[in-house]
């Protein structure tokens, strides 16, 4: 088959328009389902009562029922005394209160007589005092819900008082999804070397059953355009709309447009965003059908930007599309971009000094990760070829505020430990969280000074005396008052395959051909590598992948094991994590660079009083490698 090639890349807002305007004959369905299964589903019409609540007078205390007329003129100085019948009668909350009675008096209130016939009373009441009168609540026709409501717990309850039994609500659309793929397996299969689990689909289910849909899923298709062809004309008469995923950009075998090509007709085929261009949007039997890119964060954007839209028509009375909220950050790190697409950019959120601030996340279209990580998303427009740190950028929030409020912002140098401590704050239920970014030492203290971050995670070593993060600290934050909380100390050193194979002892043998993977500039690890070369008289260009970064210690574990690299230089616990060989180099020190007054900050006590616990210290003991003696204390510099 040949290639595709993309003719038509088309804006993302005209090839959306395009296509909506293709289906404007859509319209909500609706069906008529029983009050007590409509929780979370959405009213096709305006509900009215049919019975008033109450629907009759109803006694709102226990006491007595009265004529209030009868209790006129009562008072400490003159006491009146009741008649039962001829005065009142005994009620409990929830009688019907009949006429002549017309109040209530709560028996706190009342004087029991001596000879127990009857009670006194020292005040008046007046009419449908302690009375729930008629439609109180719910008046039989008035409107109880409008048109386009969320059904909640409490709107059921209403319903069901107000006689509602049944209830008109919008029909979910039943959104077909086909996976495809050569090398795809289902999840219950084992893994093998050239195969990929199939995750997409379940993704896509589950987005589709949050915003009011039916997912129903095909079984994984093969790269066969027959058979792709045959089972788009069996979805697309099953379902009300289809999501055909991968084979949609250039491969050889990527037969979603042929296929699509020769049962019905296509809108667009390529859009000018990223990551998510080899979109596809078409027609088919007046359905329909999108062909998503299969990388999941590109098509995880393109279900929101493309498959959303369409779902709204079907599921949407007017005005109720659920809007991300949006929300003004401060940019840590610049962001360069292509004038070809609008890019879409995962970001984590915090706020520092009043101001929210967006640190970037991994950018790749298959990094999956970096959508759970992301407290929400920024564009760059089309025209922008990026946007530089610390300008302001707009950003949809897939998290609540509230929790990014709560979190601790952390910019520097990775760690396991890093999880952990989110994980023991998180387990303590102190509603304070931790947030992460990753861009070594270095960075992360030039995040802190810019108060871009609450603290910088850092392993930075002093060449003069060999001591960690108290120099530069000195040298970066003059005219400030800093603390270093003190974090662990971690054994450094070269991770190597399982059993050495290489015979790697010291830097020495690093040297002739041996593939190297380093850290990214301005990483404690890469300081302290370049620091070892210096000492030791070796060159850098003698270091063959010296150029070859990763940017955590964990990728470079993962390298070595993977074998795109023999060695690199990394902490013990990622090693032994991967059981890998270490060749230890030396203990440095890991700690957290911060400003004084932030001592005070909730999340910041919390995070100390993690650090010092005996649960932290257990948790180290399983990773392996660390030492955690003055774990927590506080220094002054
Ligand atoms: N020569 C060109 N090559 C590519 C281009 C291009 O313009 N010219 N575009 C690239 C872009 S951008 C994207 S996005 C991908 C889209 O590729 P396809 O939609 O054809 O998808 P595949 O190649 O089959 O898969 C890509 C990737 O995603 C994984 N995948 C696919 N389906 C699933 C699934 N259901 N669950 C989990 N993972 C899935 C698949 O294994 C691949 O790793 O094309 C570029 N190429
Ligand atoms: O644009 Mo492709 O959608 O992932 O990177």
Redesign the pocket.
């Known amino acids: 088959m040949k ?1 595709n090639l ?1 003719l038509n890349v088309q804006e993302k807002e005209t090839a959306l328009s395009r296509f909506l305007e293709a289906f404007s004959h859509i319209q909500p369905g609706r069906e008529r389902i029983s009050v007590i299964h409509s929780l979370g589903r959405i009213t096709a019409e305006a509900v009215y009562a049919r019975y008033s609540s109450p629907s009759y007078n109803s006694c709102a205390m226990d006491g007595i029922a009265v004529i209030s007329a009868h209790t006129k003129g009562a008072s400490e100085s003159h006491p009146l005394r009741l008649i039962y019948e001829k005065d009142y009668l005994d009620v409990d909350t929830g009688d019907m209160i009949m006429p002549p009675y017309d109040a209530v008096i709560m028996a706190e209130d009342l004087i029991e007589t001596e000879d127990g016939e009857g009670y006194t009373i020292i005040a008046p009441t007046h009419p449908f005092a302690h009375v729930r009168a008629i439609g109180e609540d719910i008046v039989a026709k008035e409107m109880i819900l409008p048109t386009g409501h969320r059904i909640r717990a409490i709107d059921i309850s209403v319903l069901i008082s107000a006689g509602i039994t049944e209830i008109e609500v919008i029909k979910k659309p039943v959104v077909g999804i086909i ?3 050569d ?2 397996i289902e999840y219950t299969e084992p893994l093998e070397d050239g195969k ?6 379940w993704m896509f289910e589950n987005l589709v059953t949050e915003n009011d849909g039916i997912g129903h899923r095909y079984p994984i298709l093969p790269d066969d355009l027959e058979l792709i062809r045959q089972k788009l004309t069996e979805a697309v008469s099953e379902c009300d709309m289809v999501i055909i ?7 050889r075998d ?1 037969y979603t447009i042929h296929a699509i090509q020769e049962l019905g007709e296509v809108y667009t085929h390529g859009v000018a965003i ?5 979109v596809i949007l078409s027609k088919i039997q007046n359905k329909p059908v999108i062909g ?5 964060v ?2 995880y954007l393109t279900f929101t930007e493309f498959v959303l839209p369409v779902m709204n028509m079907y599921c949407r009375t007017g005005g109720f599309v659920r809007q991300q909220k949006q929300v003004t950050a401060k940019l840590s790190k610049t962001l360069m971009s292509g004038l070809k697409y609008e890019e879409y950019v995962r970001v984590k959120l915090g706020i520092v000094e009043n101001e929210l601030v967006a640190s970037p996340l991994e950018r790749g ?2 990094a999956s990760m970096s959508l759970v990580r992301a407290d929400g998303f920024c564009v760059i427009p089309q025209d922008k070829e990026g946007i530089l740190a610390h300008e302001n950028i707009q950003v949809k929030l897939v998290k609540d505020m509230e929790q990014i409020r709560k979190t601790l912002v952390l910019i520097g140098s990775h760690d396991l430990i890093l999880d952990v401590i989110n994980d023991l704050m998180m387990e303590e239920g102190r509603d304070t969280c931790l947030s992460s970014t990753h861009v070594g030492s270095m960075a992360g203290l030039i995040a802190l000074q810019k108060k871009e971050a609450h603290m910088a995670p850092s392993h930075l070593l002093d060449e003069k005396d060999g001591s960690y993060n108290t120099a530069i600290t000195r040298e970066m934050f003059p005219n400030e008052k800093m603390v270093i909380i003190k974090g662990v100390r971690r054994r450094q050193g070269f991770i190597v395959k399982k059993g050495n194979p290489l015979n790697i002892q010291s830097i020495h043998d690093i040297m002739h051909g041996v593939r190297y993977i380093n850290r990214q500039r301005g990483a404690g690890t890469r300081v302290l590598f370049d620091y070892l070369l210096k000492k030791e008289g070796i060159s850098k260009k003698d270091i063959s992948g010296y150029e070859y970064e990763a940017a955590t210690h964990m990728s470079v574990a993962v390298a070595v094991q993977k074998d795109n690299a023999d060695v690199g230089m990394g902490i013990y616990s990622c090693a032994k994590a991967l059981d890998l060989d270490f060749i230890e180099v030396g203990f440095e020190e890991y700690d957290f660079v911060t400003y004084e007054k932030y001592l005070e900050l909730p999340a910041v006590r919390e995070f100390i009083h993690v650090l010092k616990g005996e649960a932290f210290k257990k948790r180290l003991d399983m990773l392996g490698g660390y030492g955690c003696e003055e774990c927590g204390q506080i220094c002054f510099i």
């Open positions: 290639r993309y996976p495809t793929g090398e795809m990929i689990i199939e995750t997409n689909s995923n991968a084979g949609s950009s250039a491969g990527d990223k990551p998510g261009k080899p998503l890119p299969g990388y999941p590109s098509s279209a298959g």
